[in-house]
């Protein structure tokens, strides 16, 4: 089945400042990749998605790239502000009859 | 339109018990995923239901199992329970049967067994 790598655990970055995670999958038919943020107590909540046709996908200050060939993506988040900080999952769609499989998640913390 | 809701929020159960937890899908959805949340493991696959059938299973033992009805509405059953099935379990609901598809999570019901 599919197994995702995420990094780094955890990120600290200062107020205003850009955040990158990473992410890795080992199935090559893996089609879907989402991300979800989750603060403390509260559902995931899917923040952006990126499918296996397109490179890169901007959503104002957050963006996700994906490299097809190295099996990897990353979520770039810009001008962070105090309300980034929570954990961050990445998940992948695999080729087979899974469902999602999540990264171990980043917490992301922004210092003021 | 609603979000996913998930019933009850809590639940404290002893060992060997069963336990039954219930998922309202967005207005419209058809498929409805359910996923164990721990702090060891992370977020794990359990099974995914669309259109009342079983379409996906996750690498979790024959003590768990759901079902679907036909108003997309799912319940999840643990039986004999498990100190290790503590955990907060979560179902998503997405719209489609495609394969690529957006998923929506619910609260979640966070189970206790002592």
């Known amino acids: 089945g599919e197994n995702v790598e995420q990094h780094p655990s955890t990120l600290s970055v200062q107020e205003g400042d850009s955040a990158v995670i990473k992410c890795t999958y080992s199935d090559s038919a893996s089609n879907y990749f989402p991300w979800y943020k989750q603060e403390l107590g509260k559902r995931p909540q899917l923040i952006i998605d990126i499918r296996s046709n397109v490179g890169e996908k901007k959503d104002q200050r957050i963006a996700v790239t994906l490299n097809k060939t190295a099996k990897h993506f990353s979520l770039h988040i810009t001008e962070t502000q105090p309300e980034d900080s929570a954990v961050y999952f990445c998940a992948a769609k695999g080729g087979g009859a899974d469902g999602l499989t999540f990264g171990k998640g980043t917490h992301l913390i922004i210092q003021p | 339109k609603a979000g996913v809701t998930q019933t009850p929020r809590y639940l404290i159960k002893t060992r060997g018990q069963q336990v039954t937890l219930s998922c309202s899908p967005i207005s419209g959805h058809r498929s409805v995923s359910w996923y164990q949340q721990t702090p060891g493991q992370g977020l794990q696959f359990l099974f995914e239901y669309f259109s009342e059938t079983q379409r996906n299973k996750g690498n979790f033992p024959g003590r768990f199992s759901g079902r679907q009805f036909s108003n997309s509405r799912s319940e999840m059953n643990v039986s004999t329970l498990e100190l290790g099935d503590s955990a907060l379990y979560l179902c998503?609901?997405?719209?489609?049967?495609?394969?690529?598809?957006?998923?929506?999570f619910g609260p979640g019901t966070r189970l206790t067994v002592t």
């Open positions: 998503a609901s997405s719209l489609s049967g495609s394969h690529i598809y957006e998923q929506y």
